[in-house]
């Protein structure tokens, strides 16, 4: 029997287990991708990062998207773009940055990545995307996955013949699936069985994505799916428990104390990171996860999600601690 604990083969390389940190695009920073390590994940992948960006020598998208912690190994950098020689070039950045692993987003719906011949609109341009994995795998030197939905529209089946086409003819080593058309977004009923079809196709790892917003329909997706492992996106955010209790390594859920104290320590990653201003700016959207693990009501939580600076939000969290009560800033 099957079990999340167990150890899987990617290209060679030995994953402890079968839960992986999905790529959150403005989110998955290396100490979110830590977090999850912490907490047990076997894989974790980084936020989307443009190859133009990278290899156009943009000092911002180096220095804070290029960034890998010792302690998250083996860790997978994302990548998006339309150009094959400019993948190439981007993947061999990633390589020397530290990667295991090259993911490619061709399946990502935001309109702005899109138009610029990205994400899912490769979906109806198989030739490019083929060229693309290709040139990633040449470039980095590194085992290449790749991240897939369906199709544009419903009724598509365009990334299901693209998946075949990225592994017989690129040489992919896993694909990533998403079992929505991405004209849904992460709206409605991901179809699991399409991703069953996968595995019992593909010569490939297939990992499962999309719907996962608890433990049971975690759980439920691998069974379903059969997929060798399961990819934890939304539903982990501000919540790394979840790997930790998927994985029989942590029971119920964190005393306020437990969570008060893991977004302290974001805060101080994210400084270092970003710096204190920025840091302020980066993690107003952080703030409202935790502030729904510490079970307060929507009144309580103010002080803490609308907190402008790290200053105020460490604040807002020692008064909680203490019993007090502080005006929201």
Not at 71 to 96: C, K, R, T, W, Y
Not at 189 to 216: H, I, T
Request: glycine share 10%; charged share 25%.
């Amino acid at each position: 029997m099957r079990r999340l604990t167990d150890s899987w083969n990617l290209a060679g390389l030995e994953i402890r287990n079968r839960l992986v940190l999905a790529p959150l695009a403005g989110i998955g920073s290396w100490f979110v991708r830590l977090q999850a390590k912490r907490f047990g994940a076997g894989l974790v992948v980084s936020e989307m990062v443009s190859s133009c960006g990278l290899a156009h020598g943009n000092p911002r998208t180096v220095r804070e998207f290029l960034r890998v912690h010792p302690d998250e190994h083996p860790v997978s950098i994302q990548l998006f773009g339309h150009e094959p020689a400019v993948m190439g070039e981007a993947a061999a950045m990633a390589a020397a940055a530290g990667a295991d692993v090259i993911d490619l987003n061709m399946g990502c719906p935001v309109r702005k990545v899109c138009r610029s011949g990205a994400g899912a609109a490769l979906l109806a341009d198989p030739d490019r995307a083929v060229e693309i994995a290709r040139a990633a795998s040449e470039g980095g030197g590194l085992p290449v996955t790749v991240k897939l939905r369906p199709g544009r529209e419903p009724g598509e089946r365009d990334g299901v013949e693209l998946a075949w086409r990225l592994v017989d003819e690129a040489g992919v080593a896993a694909i990533a699936f998403h079992p929505r058309q991405a004209s849904q977004q992460h709206s409605g009923a991901p179809d699991y069985a399409l991703v069953r079809d996968l595995v019992e196709s593909l010569p490939v790892p297939v990992l499962v994505s999309g719907g996962l917003s608890s433990d049971e329909r975690a759980l439920s997706a691998f069974e379903e799916s059969g997929a060798e492992a399961v990819m934890l996106a939304r539903g982990s955010l501000g919540n790394p428990w979840r790997f930790g209790r998927l994985l029989g390594l942590y029971e119920g859920e964190p005393s306020p104390a437990e969570v008060a104290a893991e977004l302290r320590w974001v805060i101080e990653c994210a400084e270092e990171h970003l710096g204190v201003e920025r840091a302020g700016r980066y993690l107003r959207k952080f703030y409202p996860w935790y502030a729904d693990r510490l079970g307060l009501t929507r009144h309580e939580q103010q002080p803490l999600v609308t907190a402008r600076t790290t200053a105020h939000a460490r604040e807002a969290l020692s008064a909680m601690a203490h019993g007090e009560r502080v005006v929201a800033a």
